[in-house]
Each structure stands twice: as structure tokens, then as C-alpha cells.
């Protein structure tokens, strides 16, 4: 009988146990799950946030109750000086092992949904964009120099079809350029360090609480699973790729959208 690889047969142990990640953006939505999913595999998390205090400590509560350690790191990432900060807080004199590239710019809610086009294209392009290259690059040489490593980007199931409207154009060329950008790192890194993406499609978080009809509709009916996708579920796919599980993965972007159905055809 042929033996089991070992990344099957290590799983009686925590998938992440002795492991150390960074979570930008982990104090809310899709970045607390990744941050939660990590945690309860038992790496230790880095968490950072740009200013929701409460939620981070709240998180970081759950983090020590499940006996994994981290550090807390609070700033805006749209500060070249605050990346680098970051990276020297969490990295020290060596690296991490994984690093998740999740903080992104809300324009959808609260006080920037009303920003100029203009304005909303250059607070995304700052730090869905510009801080994902400058983390990545910072961290992947220190990667490198430790002989292994992860990173993982945050894109847009739809920067590939594209959307119309405002939203559907910045988002799109923010995300593609994320998108674009790990393949080429993955390149540049590898063997030695491995670089994927993720797609989320239709999740529910802050913005999907004040959906329409219409946008409850059309996320329903773009997903072939035909409903909003949860942060958990791309937490766990975030955690397929920080696992030895995908460890023959690299330079991809992995859609995580209850497979696209093709774009939304009922009426606004």
C-alpha cells in the first residue's frame, strides 16, 4: 500500500502550529477571519489595523485565549514610513512565515462614499496597491534571506471580467494591478518563497448589511452556489494556501465567489 504524503499525515497536529503570520487589515470582515482561521491552527498572528482599536484588541483577546502569541501594530499603510515600521516590528532581525497582504481603502461606506472619484482611486491606490508592493518586496527579500516564506494578496474575482459604474472601474484596475503584481513576484521569489492571491467575489460585510434589493439579487445570482460568500470562506481558503497543502502553488489567483455565474442580467 502506497504511503500517504506527509502533508496528510501531519495533520494530527495544529496545520500551523510553531508558525508566525501577519495579517494586515485584521481587525474587521475578511482580515479578522483570516487572522481567527490562522490563529485557531495554532501560528501565532501578527494583527494591524489603520484605527479600529477596539476591534483589534478584541481580537487580540480571542488570539491569547487560545494560548497562540503576535504583536498588535496600528497605523495607515498609505505612509511608506508605516510599512516599513511594520515590517521591522513583526519581522525583527529575521522574517515571518506568512504574510497576508489584506488591508484595503473602504470607499463604499461611511463618510468616503461620498469622496470624488479621483480621491477615492488615490486612497486605493496607496494602500490596496502601493502598500501591498512595498510590504511584499520588504518582506520577500527577508524571505528569502531565511530560505522560505508565503505571501498572500487580496484581488477581485471581477478585475477580470470587469464592472460598470465608478466602483467597478477603480476596483477593477486597483485589484488587476494586485493581481498582475503576484504573478511577477512569484516569480522573482521563487523557489524559495511562494506567492498566490485570492478573489473574493460577493462577500458579506460592512457594505453588504445596507445592500439593495437589487445587489442582494445580483450577488445571489452571480454565484453558481447562489449566495453572498461569508469571510470564512475566504479564510479558509487563505488557509489552503498558507498550508503545506498547496505547497506546489505559486503565482496563482484563487477565485473564492461560489463559482461566477456570468454577470448579473435582472433588472436594477
Known amino acids: ?16 502550529a510553531g508558525r508566525s503570520a501577519v495579517v494586515t487589515g485584521s481587525a474587521s470582515g475578511i ?24 476591534g483589534l484588541a478584541e481580537l487580540r ?47 463604499l461606506t461611511g463618510p468616503a462614499a461620498d469622496w470624488s472619484f479621483d480621491r477615492k482611486l488615490e486612497a486605493l491606490w496607496q494602500v490596496d496597491v502601493r502598500a501591498t508592493m512595498e510590504l511584499s518586496r520588504a518582506v520577500g527579500e527577508r524571505m528569502l534571506a531565511c530560505g522560505q516564506g508565503n505571501i498572500i494578496n487580496i484581488g477581485w474575482d471581477q478585475a477580470e471580467f470587469g464592472m460598470e459604474g ?7 484596475a486597483v485589484k488587476a494591478a494586485v493581481m498582475a503584481f503576484t504573478r511577477s513576484l512569484a516569480r522573482s521569489l521563487a523557489p524559495t518563497v511562494r506567492v498566490n492571491c485570492l478573489a473574493p467575489g460577493w462577500i458579506a460585510t460592512k457594505w453588504s448589511g445596507n ?26 481558503a487563505a488557509l489552503f494556501l498558507a498550508s503545506e497543502q498547496s505547497q506546489f502553488i505559486t503565482g496563482h ?16
Not at 477571519?33 to 484605527?51: K, M, P, Q
Not at 497562540?68 to 511594520?86: E, K, P
Open 61 to 107: 483577546e480571542q488570539m491569547t485565549s487560545l494560548g497562540v502569541g503576535g504583536s498588535d501594530f496600528v497605523g495607515d499603510l498609505a505612509d511608506s514610513s508605516t510599512c516599513q515600521a511594520l515590517v521591522a516590528q513583526t519581522c525583527g532581525s529575521g522574517a515571518v512565515d506568512l504574510w497576508v497582504n489584506n488591508a484595503g481603502v473602504d470607499v
Open 31 to 54: 482580515g479578522r477571519a483570516i487572522a481567527l482561521a490562522f490563529a485557531y491552527s495554532g501560528a501565532d498572528v501578527h494583527l494591524h489595523t489603520r484605527a479600529n482599536r477596539a
Open 253 to 268: 489567483t484563487l477565485p473564492v465567489n461560489g463559482g461566477f455565474a456570468g454577470p448579473y442580467q435582472g433588472e436594477a
Open 1 to 16: 500500500m502506497a504511503e500517504l504524503p506527509s502533508n496528510v499525515t501531519n495533520q494530527r497536529k495544529p496545520l500551523m
Open 166 to 172: 465608478d466602483s467597478g472601474q477603480m476596483f477593477a
Open 211 to 236: 445592500a439593495s434589493d437589487y445587489w442582494n439579487r445580483r450577488a445571489q445570482g452571480e454565484a453558481l452556489l447562489g449566495r453572498w460568500g461569508t469571510p470564512e470562506d475566504v479564510a479558509a
